[in-house]
């Protein structure tokens, strides 16, 4: 059952500024948009969701790896690493990585027992070795991007990932009528408080995490989903990823709102993460997708 013990912060780790059609897609294909825009969206905090369970810390996402600025092998070489330049730029005004981030809410990294990360992308996966206590957790469906021949090309960096300490989930049917049109998900501990639920789309498979907590608001942890609620409950995706895929998990969660009064959408970019689980009301204006000269 929820509980009142446990504690929810967000921490950012680095910021990234994306193409306004990466944050709301238009009819324009990626490809084009990400030879042809030539404006940015302003810098958004790369956000890590902080769970003080009482069985354990739970980190959802690992933020970006401050190497990634300073690496100039970062990136692949050639035309693919400049794609991935050209799709986003990251930056870490104040210096810090996941370490220091965590010590400013009084954890360290060997307290964290469980990683579940929202998809293998360089900006949530970035920082796994960083925790080398805990299980790393990610949906089948996104494990099986790195069997693939160029898992580059699904923005995916096998040689940053520790391939062996990544535990795929077993999505099995849910008791939980409350948490339909979700008919299949993981509970973490078995008790409702920390539910995985498949949001495919932004990847094949990106996953989300329920966190009901007592006499608290429910939320959901949604990764890239969407980098604003307000843009989710409006039916717009963004622009990178399988868009009826997208629109199908966007729908899915905007009926989910309906069965759980309350829910507050907590998405990996939004200005407005650690307000919103703080427990402010209400969700931020839509970031302007259209800026683009």
């Known amino acids: 059952m929820p509980t009142a013990d446990t504690r929810v912060q967000v921490v950012s780790v680095g910021e990234v500024r994306v193409r306004p059609d990466n944050i709301a897609g238009t009819w324009r294909p990626m490809l084009w948009w990400t030879l042809t825009s030539r404006t940015w969206s302003p810098w958004l905090p790369v956000n890590v969701v902080v769970i003080e369970h009482p069985r354990g810390t739970v980190l959802f996402d690992t933020g970006q790896d401050p190497a990634s600025v300073g690496d100039p092998s970062y990136y692949p070489p050639g035309l693919l ?17 996941l370490e220091e981030a965590l010590s400013v809410v009084g954890i360290a990294p060997s307290d964290v027992r469980t990683v579940v990360l929202s998809h293998l992308h360089q900006d949530h996966a970035g920082n796994v070795a960083v925790l080398p206590r805990a299980d790393i957790l990610l949906d089948p469906a996104e494990l099986a991007l790195l069997a693939e021949r160029s898992p580059e090309l699904h923005g995916v960096l096998p040689r940053h990932l ?26 973490l501990y078995g008790d409702g408080t920390l539910v995985l639920l498949p949001t495919p789309g932004h990847s094949a498979g990106s996953m989300s995490l329920l966190v009901r907590r007592d006499a608290l608001p ?19 995706v963004p622009g990178t ?15 989910l709102r309906e069965r759980l009064p309350g829910l507050v959408v907590v998405a990996a970019h939004d200005p407005g993460a650690a307000r919103l689980v703080a427990g402010a009301v209400g969700e931020d204006v839509p970031h302007d997708p259209d800026g683009d000269g």
């Open 81 to 97: 690493g400049w794609i991935y330049r050209r799709q986003a730029a990251f930056r870490f005004p104040d210096g810090h990585g």
């Open 162 to 187: 520790d391939r062996d300490r990544l535990t795929p989930v077993r999505h099995t049917p849910l008791p939980d009528d409350a948490l339909a049109p979700f008919t299949e998900g993981h509970d």
């Open 218 to 236: 429910p939320l959901l942890l949604v990764g890239d989903v969407t980098y604003d609620p307000a843009l989710l409950r409006a039916g717009r």
């Open 241 to 255: 990823g399988a868009r009826p895929v997208q629109q199908e998990t966007a729908s899915r969660i905007n009926a």
